[in-house]
């Protein structure tokens, strides 16, 4: 099916840039907004705009009802979930496909199958991919039965977490009763669901990741990025390709998830998170988001691909338009994510209003964003402000390039993240390249050190 | 209609070419100032002007939230009474999880270090203070409501100074 009037469930700068898609294709956007966005630069560029409800995220852009009514109100004929929200959660794909809408992601069962981590993984097992060590901790007998085999440090998930949230550490095996049970009744609370399971804790793990696109007969890979730089599971830089892997090791990534999109039968754009073991060099199945990712641009900068008109594409039922030979990864990307916070007050968010924004443009320069002179930037949300994303002949290249291109970005009237990046990419360590997931808070506690000079 | 970000890279390649160093663009919906930053390159500030345009209400939809919240007896507190605010606007919770015991509960003591709640911003917790050592008196912001940084939270009666 052709379609033709697109309901954009999301806000911010994704929802500018599936607009900026939509446009491109001929899709009428129709932007569904909360009381908060009704004035945003996405609902400016929407061909039309309509209201979600409140500015509460709970009583709009997370209300599965909402997004249906207003999608049947502007008779639209698909919902573009965008990333977070409900992009992933099985109640809207099913509703829209009870009101005869698409839902520009992955089927209901797919959604299934990766939402909840254990089927997850064990669908990932099935697949034949490489786990990290664990299981399931229904109690705390078969916790310490886990805990066992898998040794300390490790880490106690929930089932129905994801994207770093619902995760902690256990150090030894005298924590793990209290954090055990902190983590079922923080689990039952945020996610309604209490089961967790425990991981191996891979001490210099780094978060690569591959992209997929499906059509749920066939599946190509689409090149892999590292996202290994976060504070508190948060990313803050991703680039692609993932540097320091040998080739054998992309190529293998590549497989692996492959193999686990064959074996779902996966349709639509979908990202398999591995644990990139630096000692080892071996790489074990952590999740997969059956989603568009934040970070996407990196990888439409290596491989020349819009992926939101892909997705669009296989949701229209079309088979994929690309084979794995076409495939062709040119140069390196890096993505910096420039959010309102401030970086010198332990990350203090920043809502507020926008005075300026002055991008820098060029060949190989983009910058994704929702932000403009006069936006006001709700608290009600995150607080990504704008991706800085370059694209260079090859890493030194491309990070050469970000740090001029941030020399001219300028968004004034909030505090942002973006000295934090200058600072990031003068340091020597992530520089070289291929730094752990503990590296950031390394980097951190290092300029903490020396007081008095910010 | 905007410009999309490969117009304003055709502008700047026609730009480059001329030896111009800026251009501005006025439009009945749209400004845009492209400018040459000496050798670092070029930089671009574009606005969009034109109104959003929104649908008339959708049926069985929320009522929009009323454009000015109830007016708080923020000022009025009892003599000698302290008012909590919180440290950055955003979401109030009186309790660290849903469903868990409330941080405090009226006519419980509380010192400059206890956390009487929590606020969330941007998807961000942060605890918020009593500040003040005394017991605490009312609560004037509901678990939930949304709160700027002039709201009273709650309201604590200081302990004698000794």
């Known amino acids: 099916m052709r379609i033709r009037r697109l309901l954009v469930a999301n806000r911010g700068e994704i929802a500018a840039r599936v607009i900026r898609t939509c446009a491109r294709l001929g899709v009428e956007s129709v932007l569904a907004a909360s009381d908060a966005d009704l004035d945003s630069l996405p609902a400016r560029c929407a061909d039309r705009v309509v209201r ?23 008779g639209a004929d698909a919902v573009h979930p965008g990333y977070g929200f409900l992009s992933e959660n099985p109640a809207l794909a099913t509703a829209c496909t009870e009101a005869g809408i698409v839902f520009v992601g992955p089927s209901v069962a797919s959604l299934h199958a990766v939402g909840d981590k254990l089927t997850a993984r064990s669908h990932a097992v099935a697949a034949g991919l490489p786990v990290v060590p664990g299981g399931e901790a229904a109690d705390l007998a078969a916790a310490q039965a886990v805990a066992a085999e898998v040794g300390y440090p490790l880490l106690v998930k929930a089932v129905g977490g994801g994207g770093g949230r619902g995760m902690k550490l256990v150090r030894s095996a005298g924590e793990l009763p209290g954090t055990l049970a902190m983590a079922v009744s923080e689990a039952a609370a ?59 090791v992309h190529a293998e990534m590549a497989a692996a998830a492959l193999a686990l999109a064959a074996h779902l039968g996966y349709r639509g754009l979908g990202t398999v998170e591995l644990l990139y073991d630096r000692d080892r060099q071996t790489f074990s199945f952590l999740e997969m988001n059956a989603r568009i990712q934040v970070e996407h641009p990196v990888t439409e900068m290596v491989t020349g691909l819009d992926l939101v008109a892909e997705q669009i594409a296989v949701a229209e039922g079309l088979p994929l338009r690309l084979r794995q030979d076409d495939v062709a990864l040119t140069g390196h990307a890096v993505e910096c994510r420039i959010n309102a916070e401030d970086w010198a007050d332990d990350f203090r968010p920043a809502p507020g209003r926008i005075d300026r924004v002055v991008l820098p443009v060029g060949d190989g320069l983009r910058v994704d964003t929702h932000v403009q002179g006069g936006s006001v930037v709700p608290p009600h949300y995150d607080s990504l402000l704008a991706k800085l994303v370059v694209h260079g002949t090859d890493r030194a290249d491309a ?21 934090m990046h200058r600072a990031l990419l003068d340091d020597d360590e992530f520089a070289a390249g291929g730094v752990d997931t503990a590296f950031f808070e390394r980097f951190l506690a290092d300029r903490r050190a020396p007081a008095g000079v910010s | 209609m905007d410009l999309t970000p490969d117009d304003v890279r055709d502008v700047v390649r026609a730009l480059d070419s001329s030896g111009l160093d800026e251009l501005h663009l006025e439009l009945s919906d749209l400004t845009l100032t492209v400018r040459r930053e ?90 918020v203070h009593a500040g003040v050592r005394g017991t605490v008196a009312e609560f004037r912001t509901g678990n939930g409501e949304f709160a700027d940084t002039d709201a009273v939270l709650l309201v604590v009666e200081p302990a004698a100074t000794s």
Do not use: N
């Not at chain 1, 291109?405 to 993240?417: N, P, Q, S």
């Open chain 1, 52 to 74: 979600l409800g409140p500015a509460p995220a709970a009583q709009s852009y997370l209300d599965p009802a909402a997004v249906v009514r207003a999608a049947v109100a502007v």
């Open chain 1, 190 to 248: 945020a996610f309604g669901d209490a089961r967790v399971y425990l991981e191996r804790y891979v001490a210099s793990g780094r978060h690569v990741e591959v992209q997929v696109l499906g059509d749920g007969v066939s599946a190509v890979a689409l090149g892999d990025r590292d996202c290994s730089v976060q504070r508190r599971y948060q990313k803050l830089f991703e680039e692609a390709p993932a540097p320091a892997i040998p080739a054998h």
């Open chain 1, 399 to 419: 990070l050469a390039r970000a740090r001029a291109a941030l020399e001219l970005l300028r968004i004034d009237g909030v505090v942002t993240t973006a000295p």
């Open chain 2, 38 to 127: 000496g050798a670092a390159g070029w930089t671009a500030e574009q606005r969009v002007l034109r109104d959003p345009r929104i649908e008339p209400e959708v049926e069985g939809g929320a009522e929009p939230a009323a454009a000015d919240a109830p007016d708080r007896p923020r000022a009025d507190l009892p003599d000698g009474t302290v008012a909590v605010h919180p440290p950055l606007l955003g979401t109030f919770y009186r309790a660290p999880a849903p469903g868990a015991p409330p941080f405090v509960e009226v006519g419980d003591a509380v010192d400059e270090e206890t956390v009487i709640g929590i606020v969330e911003t941007m998807k961000m917790m942060t605890s």
